[in-house]
């Protein structure tokens, strides 16, 4: 069925571009008559001459004015074959203009329908000016000895319009044949900008062949004049891509790929399933760009947009909808079996190891897809559709998923609905802390434990940090997330210190958090609320915090160090910078990302770094963790390295608070970690 929508359309065009050329063909005949019986011959061929010259130069100079598909051109031009034509020759015109059209276009590789196309409706657009200067009685010279009279006013200015209205429908009509969308929509985008360019350019014709026929010396100046005119309408076309792009990728932004969607929905609004949209999300981009830094991020971004540029005879269209959301809409294609499909490859496609500052990074991401329908009004319902099956494909780890009505589970809504949750989450005590022990490597003695976040959703059960911080980082929701954080641990602490009262309790915090000027008081109220002391309660953070607003972070650290609590480099060993900035933050611990510890018994360079690492913690009086150990022999090697304390499975899972203060009765002396490789 898609494919034969999509030929269909694509036959369309075809028939469309075909009619063009052949009324353009005709054109020229009419044209020839009309000039041998109603024009008088041009007189000054210099001039004549001059300005084709001059239409050949600015014809190579085109930019696109409506940037979707590289389709639509402003050049400086018309103002030339405009002229050419009001000098009395629209042969000339239509020959000049035809030339000038197709030498950048074949320059270019635009392809021979396209280049055929741009020179049949140039040929009719000077067309219907010829006709209209004819009907009008316009046909004599204009000079600077002739009497502009109002009637030859009015000619000139309906034969103007005659050629930007019938360059701009024709244009606009083949674009949207092209990407299956309404015409009106193309015709809405397209109107202010090329009346602005192609407009003035033209009004301009009528004094260019006065000041020529006056004195070719003044040639130069209206080529000036023109060009000027030109660039200002560059700018203008560049600010309007600004306005309806992505910065960083060039992709489309929200707004417009809403208005593209709707417009496709609007051509098509009897006919059922007639296209589908896939809306990914990068998987553990947040965690990369906290430990890469923003630049690599960004980077990340920039080669994702670059995989989403799809070929334009697909009639494919990409938007980056903010962060690391994209979204892709093919108007072709309406199988469900299909849509996965595409949404398959372009998931492999982004599998691919990205080279960035000599630094191999895979990628990967989760993919709903969403069919329109005969159900579909707009735009962002189908997004909407697309969100539900992609945050099932991220909670499965599925990569791709198809929305299907009435699914299990997605009575919430998706990610959106999930968000307005997290409110409700807060006020139910949804929201706990899974404990995991901090045990010191050589005497096995519990040190303290790692709070980590978790949510049991009525609906869909547990649900981990990842899924939902990201979101709530982007609203005020963070805070309060972050004050029941830290107001469970502290609580927790109580039952857990009742075992062990020397125990601290270290918990994550939002980089947004240390961002906010007023979070070291947050902190010092709940501790003075619950009654803790400082001491017990080590606030983990990772180096991502100093790139957004390093300044306010910085300070927001130095209070959270003089108020007494603990402060730990997160997830060191992943990002580019840490040494340095270790020498700058007053941290007071260090946790070896897990990445490294676990292939620290099978790869000798990480097991270098690692060493090295340790060894900088001694030499700056800093304690060293390292994270994701789960085995014995991983710890009989930090041990020798040097290491103080162990945190992994190989000691213990996350584990409730009630469970974790059992545990502390079972181990009462700590951990027996053995020396003995085998366990």
Known sequence: MAERQGGSRLATLDHYVAAVVVAAIASVGATALIERDYWTRPQNWTALWLFTAMLLLGEMQSVGWLRLKDAGEVTPGWAFSFSILLLGSPLLSMLAMSVACMLPDLRRRKGLQRTVFNVAQTVLALFAATVVLTVCGATGLISSHTSFSPGRMVATIAAASAIFLTNSVLTCVAIALSLGIAVKSVLRRAFTLTLSADG?????????????????????????????????????????HRAGHDHLTSLLNTPTFHDHVNGHLATSRA???????????????????????????????????????????????????????FAVFFPDIDVPAQAV???????????????????????????????????????????????????????????????????????????????????????????WLAYQPL??????????????LRWTHPKLGLVMPSEFIGLAEHTDLIDSITERVLLLACQDAKLLMAKAPDLRIAVNVSTQNLCRRQFPLTVRRILGEQGMDPASIEIELTESAFALQQEIATDAIKELRDLGVGLAMDDFGSGYSSFSRLLTTPVTSLKIDQSLIRNMTNDDRNFLVIRTVIDLCAALGLRSTAEGVESIETINQLRALGCDLVQGYGIARPMAACDAARWLEEHPVGVPITMDSTG
Do not use: W
């Open 200 to 240: 003035a350019l033209l009004v301009l014709s009528p004094l260019f062949v006065i000041a020529a026929n006056f004195s070719l010396a003044t040639v130069p100046l209206l080529g000036l004049i023109a060009y000027l005119v030109y660039n200002s309408s560059r700018e203008a076309l560049e600010r309007e």
């Open 439 to 452: 045990v010191n490597v050589r005497s096995g003695k519990v040190e303290g434990f790692e709070g980590l």
């Open 341 to 431: 499909a595409e949404a398959r490859q372009l998931a492999e496609r982004l599998r691919a190891p990205l080279d960035i500052n000599g630094f191999p990074i895979s990628t990967s991401a989760s993919i709903g897809v969403a069919l329109l329908d005969r159900t579909s009004s707009t735009s962002e319902e189908v997004l909407r559709h697309a969100d539900l099956a992609m945050y099932r494909a991220k909670r499965n780890r599925t990569g791709v998923e198809l929305h299907v009505a009435q699914q299990a589970g997605e009575a919430g809504g998706g990610r959106i609905s999930l968000l307005a949750d997290v409110a409700d989450a807060l006020d139910r005590h949804e929201l």
């Open 271 to 325: 006919s059922a399933a007639r296209g589908c949209v896939l809306l990914l999300d990068l998987d553990g981009f947040k965690s990369l760009n906290d430990r890469l830094g923003h630049q690599i991020g960004d980077e990340v971004l920039r080669r994702v947009g670059a995989v989403l540029i799809f070929d334009q005879s697909h009639g494919a269209v990409a938007a980056r909808l903010g962060g690391d959301e």
